[in-house]
């Protein structure tokens, strides 16, 4: 359990429309889940001496330790902007140096199965979030690999299986609309692993403001099985998508 709550010293006090946070209460490295439950989740159950250092929208966000190592877990709400938003922030403001977002998605890709772990090396997106930012016509961004190089080796040395490539990251829950729909604007030589809505906008920004970001997934729909997922089966396969991004961390 999550120990206290932030303590606001105003002599440090760093503030910004969307956090209120002292000076090093914010680690150099964050894991971004977008449920603000699974960062808490995380703090309670993985990290040490782990406070609430945000609580505005209640976008939790909590610092401790892993292994002895700082960590901050922020949540960041659904979507590009609201991803960016805390990204920007925490990169701009907060002097992060690395996020690794965490978090779920789908695949209609034939060698993508229910649970699997993906680690993105790019992303495709429609986006206007660039056009907008700085007048970037963009639709394709890399993850840094450096840091995605480093979740890789530290997931095979724990025996986490990822699967690394492209993924999109839509606007649009595809559930939602039709499939075809949904896909025929696509270029049809990226074959995705994976759909989502965030990792696109939390790249880009690394990459405008020089820092690093990576992404992993754990995949919870696809076309090609509709098993229903066991709530054990869920949570070991979530969970080991957390310790990866957990080792991750320097």
Request: hydrophobic share 35%; charged share 25%; net charge negative.
């Amino acid at each position: 359990m999550p120990t206290k709550n932030i303590e606001n010293n105003e002599e440090n006090l760093i503030s910004t429309p969307h956090m209120r946070n002292n000076k090093g209460d914010i680690a150099k490295t964050v894991i971004m889940p977008g449920d603000p439950l699974r960062a808490k989740y995380i703090a309670e159950n993985f990290l040490e001496d782990a406070y609430l250092v945000n609580d505005i929208r209640n976008m939790l966000a909590y610092t401790g330790t892993y292994k002895g190592k700082k960590v901050t877990i922020f949540s960041s709400g659904m979507g590009i902007p609201s991803a960016c938003i805390y990204t920007y922030e925490l990169f701009k403001f907060h002097d992060v140096e690395k996020i690794i977002r965490i978090g779920t998605c789908g695949s209609s890709h034939d060698d993508v199965k229910l649970l699997d772990v993906i680690l993105a090396d790019q992303s495709f997106s429609f986006s206007s979030f660039p056009k907008v930012y700085a007048s970037d016509d963009i639709n394709l961004i890399s993850s840094s690999k450096e840091l995605t190089d480093h979740i890789e080796e530290v997931s095979t040395s724990l025996g986490i299986k990822v699967k690394r490539g492209t993924i999109l990251t839509g606007d649009i829950f595809d559930l939602y609309v039709d499939k075809k729909t949904y896909k025929d604007p696509y270029p049809q030589d990226l074959h995705p692993l994976a759909v989502e809505m965030e990792a696109f906008g939390i790249f880009y920004l690394a990459h405008k403001l020089n820092k690093q970001a990576a992404c992993l997934l754990t995949v919870v729909d696809t076309i090609h099985d509709k098993r229903q997922i066991s709530s054990e089966d869920r949570e070991h396969s979530l969970n080991n998508m957390i310790k990866a991004a957990l080792e991750s961390v320097e």
